[in-house]
């Protein structure tokens, strides 16, 4: 049974959704990143200025041509061989059951993710921004095949993060480790820069078990188009693009999504969420039933220590 302090947070909902009948705006409340920067900061100044002002930031040069190498063929082995994969977090494209749209909780899956996930150089920057230790609260392998790989529309996290799964602020970070070539004409990430200083309240009650369908093809926890519009021209949008390597960290509350990949080039990247310790998840804000832990971790919210040194090869299978 919560105690006081967790029934008043509950009650007193600070970023409602879904539940009135013409979407908000809600101010973000607190800075984007929660530490000063110094030398120290494992971000440069300019860096930790770009984030915080645009709600996302691009390094190049983070991991070694081998590591990506490995990671790379973790990412083709994967996909090639199923069968060690936990079936419920494979997720299929919604117009072809053969194509692997995604694989979650690959940091339970994989060795070499579970490795990524720890890697001191993420693991820092996610405490820098968070200002608090931290833990995976989702990870997944994102694969968005040639020709028939299909669009992932505009959202916030934060807003399903919060409603579905009782996140219960904005102090989580996304990072995004391109595992092949990200192009303009392939479905790159596509952000709004600006929009983390916002949270836009969407419209619709969410159906129960709303994952089963979301995860292929999201329709509740999307906004209306008139705020996309807004967002858009006060912004603008931004797509960054880069090879294999290229890292895109963003903030939980940054609109973003990405077109649909009709080239013959496929397009693949790590997703490794990082929520504070201090901001671990309540019961859902909206459904009463939270989604499974493969999406948005309960069990396993230990601080994670980090692992220096290079990414390496060995060791492929187990978490």
């Not at 607190?30 to 915080?52: D, N």
């Not at 459904?287 to 230990?302: L, M």
């Not at 994670?304 to 187990?318: C, S």
Request: proline share 8%; charged share 25%.
């Amino acid at each position: 049974m919560p105690d006081t302090g967790l029934l008043e947070t509950v009650t007193q909902d600070a970023w409602p959704s879904r539940i009135d009948p013409a979407p908000r705006w809600i101010g973000r409340t607190g800075p984007t990143v929660r530490s000063a920067w110094s030398p120290k900061s494992p971000l440069t100044k300019e860096q930790h200025e770009c984030f915080e002002r645009d709600g996302f930031v691009v390094l190049k040069n983070l991991f070694k041509p081998a590591e990506i190498a490995a990671l790379q063929d973790e990412l083709a082995h994967l996909r090639a061989d199923q069968s060690s994969l936990e079936a419920d977090t494979i997720i299929r494209e919604p117009s072809d059951d053969d194509a692997i749209r995604s694989i979650f909780a690959i940091h339970r899956q994989s060795a070499l993710f579970n490795r990524l996930a720890s890697d001191q150089r993420l693991v820092d920057i996610a405490r820098h921004v968070l200002a608090d230790e931290a833990y995976i609260h989702q990870s997944r392998l994102n694969y968005k095949p040639g020709f028939r790989g299909k669009e992932f529309y505009w959202h916030s996290d934060f807003e399903t993060w919060h409603v579905e799964d009782g996140m219960p602020d904005m102090r989580a970070i996304s990072i995004s480790i391109l595992l092949t070539e990200n192009r303009d004409v392939n479905g790159p990430l596509m952000l709004m820069p600006g929009s983390h200083r916002n949270y836009i309240t969407c419209v619709g009650e969410t159906p129960e078990d709303h994952f089963r369908k979301s995860l292929r093809k999201q329709e509740y926890g999307v906004p209306d188009e008139d705020s996309l519009r807004k967002l858009a021209t006060e912004g603008g949008i931004a797509s960054p693009t880069g090879p294999a390597g290229t890292v895109v960290i963003f903030d939980c509350n940054t609109m973003h999504g990405s077109n649909g990949n009709i080239t013959p080039l496929p397009r693949a990247n790590a997703f490794l969420v990082y929520n504070a310790v201090s901001n671990a998840l309540l019961d859902p804000f909206g459904p009463k039933k939270p989604r499974p832990d493969y999406i948005a971790a309960r069990k396993e919210t230990r601080a994670l220590k980090p692992v220096a040194g290079e990414i390496e090869a060995a060791g492929r299978r187990g978490g």
